[in-house]
């Protein structure tokens, strides 16, 4: 049992550039979500899954893109990265989604946009 | 609306005393609280939670915190701080949402010296 993955772990981009963040969890996970971390500001919800095929945006949607195909499977999608995208980005799934349950974060992606 | 405060960005302990980090939180709703410890280059892993049941919550090594209503506070302890406890801490609310779309404090980085 894997938890979350996430893919690469290190990327930099050059303005304007694109590419998909990976994310898999192999736990039948209803719940996914990806959040942004830049220092002093925490955890900001980017967009969330309640399941294959539904999506919704969280706090801070503005520049991604996501698709949610199967379960198993969430990536975040940037078309055209900017210098104000370089932050630290993080995967994370619980069970149902519910406001009570533990939900496992991947172990980060740092992207570096030039 | 829910936001949540972490009271200090940095909290500086010598190992063996006592640790405390501050989480204050503003819900229009019940709260689902967590508190959520990150290490140097690694992803999110929960320490502990409060969803309604005991206000006072016990956690992995060693580390409670005690929900207080009155003063809307969910602040993180533990009796004697080791040095494998320094990380960056965050505090996070869930509650109120329909699916747990958290909400983090800014996170507080505790360090310990020998």
């Known amino acids: 049992n894997a938890g979350v993955t996430q893919t690469p772990k290190f990327q930099v981009l050059k303005t304007g550039q694109s590419m998909t963040l990976q994310c898999a969890q192999d736990?039948?996970?209803?719940?996914m979500s990806w959040y942004r971390q830049d220092p002093g500001m925490g955890l900001r919800l980017i967009h969330y899954?309640?399941?294959?095929?539904?999506?919704d945006q969280g706090e801070v949607p503005n520049g991604y893109n996501v698709s949610r195909s199967t379960t198993e499977d969430f990536p975040l999608r940037l078309l055209s990265a900017a210098p104000s995208q370089t932050s630290v980005y993080f995967c994370?799934?619980?069970?149902?989604?519910?406001?009570?349950?533990?939900?496992?974060f991947g172990p980060g992606t740092r992207l570096l946009v030039l | 609306a829910q936001s949540v405060t972490q009271l200090d960005s940095h909290v500086s302990v010598s190992e063996g005393t006592p640790v405390l980090l501050r989480c204050n939180y503003s819900s229009s709703y019940s709260p689902s609280l967590f508190w959520y410890v990150q290490h140097p280059n690694k992803g999110l892993q929960l320490l502990l939670k409060?969803?309604?049941?005991?206000?006072l919550v016990k956690g992995i090594n060693g580390f409670e915190a005690e929900f207080k209503k009155s003063e809307t506070s969910f602040h993180l302890t533990k009796p004697s701080a080791h040095m494998s406890d320094a990380a960056e801490y965050f505090c996070?609310?869930?509650?109120?949402?329909?699916?747990?779309?958290?909400?983090f404090g800014q996170g507080t980085i505790l360090t310990v010296h020998p």
């Open positions: 994370a799934s619980s069970y149902a989604g519910l406001a009570e349950e533990t939900q496992y």
């Open positions: 736990m039948n996970h209803e719940y």
């Open positions: 409060y969803t309604s049941a005991a206000t």
């Open positions: 899954s309640v399941g294959a095929g539904i999506t």
């Open positions: 996070g609310n869930a509650g109120g949402t329909s699916y747990g779309k958290l909400t």
